[in-house]
């Protein structure tokens, strides 16, 4: 990413909007933020501004959803949840975002009721925008939440879904880890054999697709499903 390109984009206010606003989105989330969250802040920020002086209220939600997300990596959990609280904009995609971000603030905190409501409403934002792929990641953001509590029947019946939708969209990167999750949740019921048919099938599909991470990932889920069983 050529960070001064982007910056020469963002203030050419001869250039559109959405395309100035989009650059800031790029140096905001992709350059900045997991390396130096304030400063993606302080971007995100500018893009807020912008977008609300051209009316653009889709922006707006997206600059205040990276605002919030910096707080998240800078463990600032109760800002980073003020910040991702922007019904106003009524943007259901945004807002299905802004939830999801605080579903996950909740279960990292060990609040998995609260967390478990904020997924479903996430979930309930998606399908309104129409967001297949959204919809699955809550659904399966849902299914960490019952697999965390124990509730391995509701885990396996949301990752399910979660991967059947994934299947509608042959995203092959989401059904390989489907896969994985699914057979998690096999190996801590000691159901083994189910367990390594979805390890194979999840390593498989990784391999076909030269996804390296998500082979080790594979890799390693068959490693613990045979040590779990004592081999």
């Not at 189910?194 to 194979?200: L, Q, S, T």
Request: with cysteine; charged share 25%.
């Amino acid at each position: 990413i050529n960070v001064d390109s982007l910056h020469k984009v963002w203030k050419n206010k001869k250039l559109p909007d959405t395309v100035r606003l989009n650059a800031l989105d790029i140096i905001s989330w992709n350059v900045y933020l997991y390396n130096s969250p304030e400063t993606a802040f302080y971007y995100a920020k500018k893009q807020y501004e912008l977008a609300a002086e051209s009316g653009l209220k889709k922006y707006q939600s997206i600059a205040l959803n990276t605002q919030g997300a910096s707080f998240y990596i800078r463990s600032e959990y109760d800002s980073a949840m003020k910040y991702q609280l922007n019904e106003e904009l009524n943007d259901y995609k945004g807002m299905a975002s802004s939830l999801n971000n605080i579903g996950m603030i909740l279960k990292d905190r060990g609040n998995y009721e609260e967390a478990e409501k904020y997924y479903e409403k996430s979930l309930l934002n998606y399908r309104k925008s129409n967001d297949k792929k959204g919809e699955a990641v809550a659904l399966n953001n849902l299914a960490n939440v019952y697999a965390d509590e124990g509730n391995y029947a509701k885990a396996i019946q949301y990752y399910t879904k979660s991967l059947t939708i994934r299947e509608t969209l042959k995203d092959e990167h989401g059904i390989a880890s489907s896969w994985v999750n699914i057979g998690l949740i096999y190996t801590d019921m000691h159901e083994f054999d189910n367990a390594m048919e979805c390890f194979n099938k999840s390593l498989r599909l990784n391999k076909k697709i030269s996804n390296k991470q998500g082979i080790a990932v594979s890799l390693n889920g068959i490693g613990n499903n045979y040590y779990e069983k004592g081999e």
